[in-house]
T-cell receptor, first 112, second 117 residues
Framework: GESVGLHLPTLSVQEGDNSIINCAYS??????FIWYKQESGKGPQFIID?????DKRQGQRVTVLLNKTVKHLSLQIAATQPGDSAVYFC???????????FGKGTMLLVSP | NAGVTQTPKFQVLKTGQSMTLQCAQD?????MSWYRQDPGMGLRLIHY???????DQGEVPNGYNVSRSTTEDFPLRLLSAAPSQTSVYFC????????????????FGPGTRLTVL
C-alpha cells in the first residue's frame, strides 16, 4: 500500500462512533473547500465541498463545517464504518482557477 | 466511461533517465492537472492545463514538462530523473476553472508510483 500515512495525524475510533476530522487552512482568500478520501493504493476521491458563503453543508453521513473567522474546516462522519478507514485531505481553492492546495491529511482508523 | 487513466502504474528509473507518465480522460474535461504525493506532504500541484494548447506551472514544476495537444491527453515528462522525484504521481481532470462558476470536482486517476535510483 501507499506510504502516504507516514507521519500523518491519526484518529482512531470504534465502529458506530461519530468522527470529526479537522483542517486549518492558510489562505483567507480561499473561497471553495473540498474534502477528499484516499484509500490505500488509490487516488483521492471527492467526498463533499463547501463554498465560503456557507457555514455548513450536509451529505450522506457526512457534514462539513466552515469557520472563516479562524480559518478552520471540519469533516464529521456519522456512524463511522470500517470502510471509512482512509486518509482524509482537505483542499482549498482561490476563485478563478481550478488549482487546489491540499492539506497534509489525517488518517482515520475504524475498529470493528 | 473509463474516467481518468494513468500508465504505467509502477516505474523504476535510474538517475538521469527520461520518461513520460501518461494520463488520459474520456469525460471531455477542459481542465487537467498533475500532482505529486510524498509521505506527510499531501498533494502538490506540478503543472496544469485549462484546455488544449494551454499549460501553466503549479507549486513544484521544476524538472517536469507537460504539453496538451488534445483535450483527452496530458502527459508529464521527466527529462532527467533525480532521486528527489521519487513519489506517487496523480493526474486529475475537471470541467470547470471555478471562479464565479460552480466549481466541479476533480476526478483523480489511480496514480503512478515512481522510484528513481
Amino acid at each position: 500500500g501507499e506510504s502516504v500515512g507516514l507521519h500523518l495525524p491519526t484518529l482512531s475510533v470504534q465502529e458506530g462512533d461519530n468522527s470529526i476530522i479537522n483542517c486549518a487552512y492558510s489562505n483567507s482568500a480561499s473561497d471553495y473547500f473540498i474534502w477528499y478520501k484516499q484509500e490505500s493504493g488509490k487516488g483521492p476521491q471527492f467526498i463533499i465541498d463547501i463554498r465560503s458563503n456557507m457555514d455548513k453543508r450536509q451529505g450522506q453521513r457526512v457534514t462539513v463545517l466552515l469557520n472563516k473567522t479562524v480559518k478552520h474546516l471540519s469533516l464529521q462522519i456519522a456512524a463511522t464504518q470500517p470502510g471509512d478507514s482512509a486518509v482524509y485531505f482537505c483542499a482549498e481553492n482561490v476563485g478563478g482557477y481550478s488549482t487546489l492546495t491540499f492539506g497534509k491529511g489525517t488518517m482515520l482508523l475504524v475498529s470493528p | 466511461n473509463a474516467g481518468v487513466t494513468q500508465t504505467p502504474k509502477f516505474q523504476v528509473l535510474k538517475t538521469g533517465q527520461s520518461m513520460t507518465l501518461q494520463c488520459a480522460q474520456d469525460m471531455n474535461h477542459e481542465y487537467m492537472s498533475w500532482y505529486r504525493q510524498d509521505p506527510g506532504m499531501g498533494l502538490r500541484l506540478i503543472h496544469y492545463s485549462v484546455g488544449a494548447g494551454i499549460t501553466d506551472q503549479g507549486e513544484v514544476p521544476n524538472g517536469y514538462n507537460v504539453s496538451r495537444s488534445t483535450t483527452e491527453d496530458f502527459p508529464l515528462r521527466l527529462l532527467s530523473a533525480a532521486p528527489s522525484q521519487t513519489s506517487v504521481y496523480f493526474c486529475a481532470s475537471s470541467t470547470s476553472r471555478g471562479g464565479h462558476l460552480s466549481y466541479n470536482e476533480q476526478f483523480f486517476g489511480p496514480g503512478t508510483r515512481l522510484t528513481v535510483l
